[in-house]
């Protein structure tokens, strides 16, 4: 008999060799399943989470489940798993779960925003939270691309080539930028029922090539037509990449998009 | 001949064992003048600043000078200097300086901040550039006490006993706390004309504890009084701390203060 439990976590990227478990690495998922054994007495509790994430790359929200060999007060675990992590990991919330429950199967989209510093000269506060890229930039053409990636399309072009998975079409309910004029950042949002290997730090770093002129603002028609990783633009380092919202029910997952709508009738 | 030039910088100092200069440990100091003995062909070049800070402690705004033994235009010495330091330091701005200028003993001034997360859980990306401090605030008593620390006072009890400084009078211009409901976090500005070991750091800890109710609202003025350490609260750890600013000019300094109209009729 096992006790499915969900968790909500943040952490900071920066000192793991990513999210998933691997050998002689220190990761994510290696710390709070090292935790978990040594509070369940030596147990091994294998966690299984919405997504993974490379090294670098930062979450706000990431979503995991596990199933537990005894049953205590999610308050208890709460507890017990943030004094038994380093202050790199936060676990945010814990509740009890259903079986039926799956943190990665159950997932009706996810949320991750893309942080980059314009200024001239890197700021030591964001070299490990933001992309420096101090180049001009061109909103207008950077506004159309976005517009173009939003809806369902074969993102081929858009995923690492080591990638595997067979059907690569994805929808992106949502795909935007905000400017800080004050910090000199930029913030890109991108909503969608899923995201292929490396496709947001691909969209980054194509989309900040058509915002420095150096590929047309309508290329990214071109790029998806082309179902080509050659056609699209460079992978976006890691370190600007946050994991900020996994969805489990499609209404929260298109809420304020265009897709809203369409929900309501159905008809997506 | 040399020629003088001054330089306004940040860092973060997460990984620096401090500001100034030690033997078998990495310091920004440190950092710095091994940058200029490259840029240089080998020439030691001492950096003075306004103030050393400690192991963990941030700056905004830190002010240097040194000797430099050519004479080269400040844009390429900022862009050298950028370029051989890593990302934990920014070079803002660099100057040729008169021979009267010293980054120390010219100070009319100096801002510093000091940054309290007060979130239940522990920040991941606030945990080295915020004191974590989950309890609850009372603001009104906190204001009391930032009230009391304005003005001209002996401030021996602020002082950390190691320090050998034998004048401890010191005018605080500013002592205020912003509070962001928002993101829980609380924000100290102090500014003065000077301050002494730790002087900031024991503020920090002292106020803390009458904004938790440990001591009443108006202990500063028993603490000032009492011109000993022991008085006064704990050290608040050094990762909240940041120097903001260093002032060269008196007017700069006590700008938007109670002291503004004082130096106006000089009589302060």
Redesign the interface.
């Known amino acids: 008999m096992t006790y499915r439990y969900k968790a909500k976590l943040?952490?900071?990227g920066t000192n793991f060799a990513g999210y998933q478990v691997q050998p002689n690495a220190r990761t994510v998922q290696g710390d709070l399943e090292k935790a978990l054994r040594i509070m369940s007495k030596g147990h091994k509790i294998t966690i299984r989470s919405a997504g993974r994430t490379d090294a670098g790359v930062?979450a706000l929200g990431q979503m995991i489940h596990f199933d537990y060999p005894f049953h205590i007060p999610p308050q208890n675990m709460l507890r017990a798993l943030?004094s038994l992590t380093t202050?790199?990991?936060?676990?945010?919330d814990i509740l009890e779960a259903d079986e039926q429950f799956h943190a990665q199967y159950g997932s009706a989209g996810k949320k991750y925003q893309y942080r980059v510093d314009t200024n001239q000269?890197?700021?030591?506060?964001k070299?490990l939270?933001a992309l420096?890229h101090p180049y001009p930039i061109h909103l207008e053409d950077l506004e159309t691309a976005l517009k173009d990636i939003v809806g369902q399309h074969d993102f081929s072009s858009f995923c690492a080539s080591r990638s595997g998975k067979e059907n690569k079409v994805r929808t992106v309910y949502e795909a935007k930028v905000e400017q800080d004029l004050k910090t000199g950042e930029l913030v890109f949002t991108f909503r969608g029922n899923g995201f292929l290997y490396n496709m947001v730090r691909i969209f980054v770093g194509t989309l900040l090539q058509i915002a420095n002129g150096l590929r047309p603002a309508d290329d990214m028609k071109r790029i998806l037509a082309a179902k080509d990783r050659n056609a699209a633009g460079p992978t976006a380092q890691p370190q600007g990449l946050y994991l900020v919202e996994v969805y489990y029910d499609k209404a929260a997952a298109v809420k304020g998009t265009i897709f809203e709508e369409q929900l309501k009738e159905k008809t997506i």
Chains 1, 2 share one sequence.
């Open positions: 943040q952490y900071d930062h943030n202050d790199e990991i936060a676990i945010l000269i890197i700021s030591p506060f070299r939270y420096h």
